[in-house]
């Protein structure tokens, strides 16, 4: 960026339920690491009961509050909060998971990261902000590499190669505006999980090279109970398992699997029913 350049404006995406404490607390996290950035806050309160949105709204000039309807989850709540934000026309996007710690400084970081990549990669540049356990240090959230072997659809944390990456965690991702009319935002075909990996793997297709940052921008714990929920289908929990957002539902995991499992998708489909099952 050119001294004589206005700085980028930034649109940070949120959407939250029923913690309204936290919301807050990392709000406060959030003032500090964008400081001396021009950011707004799209926040979209799915009809939290404890009033998160009301109490945002109370504390955080900076944040736009959109309500909700209950029932829009993760992948849809963050859906309506581009949504709203492209109304303003930012020059970047910057996901944002609300439980997520930042560290002082750490989205400026972010920006210089990504504007090195831009500059060297040109502007098809996705940058992936690396979380890590706030007790144990260890990266629990970020960028992802496809794990060895037949599956497509089988990946794990990204090295510290400085390598592209094959798809992302949606906890601190930047997404540069031309993204918006070269990929598009977040999928309807997903209610709560999957649509950042499924994101990840679209910007690939469109051209765009997704970089994790080398430094850990901030803390969030390994979310265990949400992948425990997803490890065993018994007949008592078949319903939650087909059907629920935070279950595996059966159509949002065909989609993801035919579109891009390649011709063992049908495989990847059954198999991790049938792993559930098993377990």
């Not at 018994?234 to 699997?257: D, M, Q, S, T, Y």
Request: glycine residues 8%; contains cysteine.
């Amino acid at each position: 960026m050119k001294p004589s350049q206005p700085p980028p404006r930034i649109a940070v995406l949120a959407t939250v339920f029923n913690r309204r404490e936290v919301t807050l607390r990392r709000l406060h996290d959030l003032r500090e690491a964008a400081k001396g950035l021009d950011y707004r806050v799209y926040l979209v309160d799915d009809a939290c009961p404890q009033g998160t949105g009301d109490a945002v709204r109370a504390s955080f000039a900076e944040v736009t509050v959109i309500d909700g309807t209950g029932n829009l989850w993760w992948n849809g709540g963050m859906r309506t909060a581009w949504t709203r934000a492209i109304e303003d026309k930012p020059d970047y996007y910057l996901w944002w998971n609300d439980d997520l710690m930042f560290a002082p400084g750490s989205i400026a970081a972010m920006f210089e990261f990504h504007h090195q990549k831009e500059r060297e990669y040109g502007p098809k540049v996705i940058t992936v902000g690396k979380v890590a356990d706030p007790d144990t240090g260890a990266i629990t959230y970020g960028a992802m590499v496809r794990a060895r072997g037949l599956s497509r659809l089988r990946f794990q944390l990204a090295p510290d190669d400085g390598q592209p990456c094959a798809t992302m965690n949606g906890n601190a991702v930047i997404v540069p505006a031309s993204a918006v009319e070269d990929i598009g935002i977040h999928s309807p075909h997903y209610a709560h999980s999957t649509g950042d990996i499924d994101y990840g793997l679209r910007a690939n297709l469109a051209g765009y090279r997704l970089f994790q940052t080398m430094d850990v921008v901030g803390t969030t714990p390994f979310n265990i109970a949400f992948e425990l929920g997803q490890s065993k289908l018994n007949w008592a929990n078949r319903r939650f398992i087909f059907g629920h957002p935070k279950g595996v539902p059966w159509r949002e995991w065909l989609h993801f699997c035919r579109r891009f499992g390649g011709p063992l998708w049908p495989v990847n489909f059954l198999y991790r029913y049938i792993k559930m099952a098993l377990s």
